[in-house]
């Protein structure tokens, strides 16, 4: 079993950066890749990026290509998303999910709060 601890959120201005975490506990080896997506109030859950865990594979969601940039510390078993020119509209509960396999996430982390003012 894994669990995922997030951290980082907070508030920012508009532009600025931020860059949530999260740690991954419990068998890390068995992790297949990390993502985060993100739920703005009124909408449903989206993707944001991910990165396959063992590799250096990443994919983004459009909307987020260029200032986004998901990352991981080998050493703290920790995942980063560096998030840089923040909108409003990135306002959203984020949150970080581990799949085992493609296809499915198979753990959540309980998710972080960023709220971007104008």
């Known amino acids: 079993q894994v669990q995922l601890v997030e951290s980082g959120g907070g508030l920012v201005q508009a532009r600025g950066p931020l860059r949530p975490s999260c740690a991954a506990f419990g068998r890390t080896s068995s992790i297949y890749l990390m993502a985060w997506l993100r739920q703005a109030p009124g909408k449903e859950r989206e993707f944001v990026a991910r990165?396959?865990?063992?590799?250096?594979?990443?994919y983004y969601v459009d909307s987020v290509k260029g200032r986004f940039t998901i990352s991981r510390d080998n050493a703290k078993n920790t995942v980063y998303l560096q998030m840089n020119s923040l909108k409003p509209e990135d306002t959203a509960v984020y949150f970080c999910?581990?799949?085992?396999?493609?296809?499915?996430?198979?753990?959540w982390g309980q998710g972080t709060q960023v709220t971007v003012s104008s």
């Open positions: 990165r396959i865990w063992s590799g250096t594979g990443t």
């Open positions: 999910a581990e799949a085992l396999r493609a296809g499915a996430y198979d753990y």
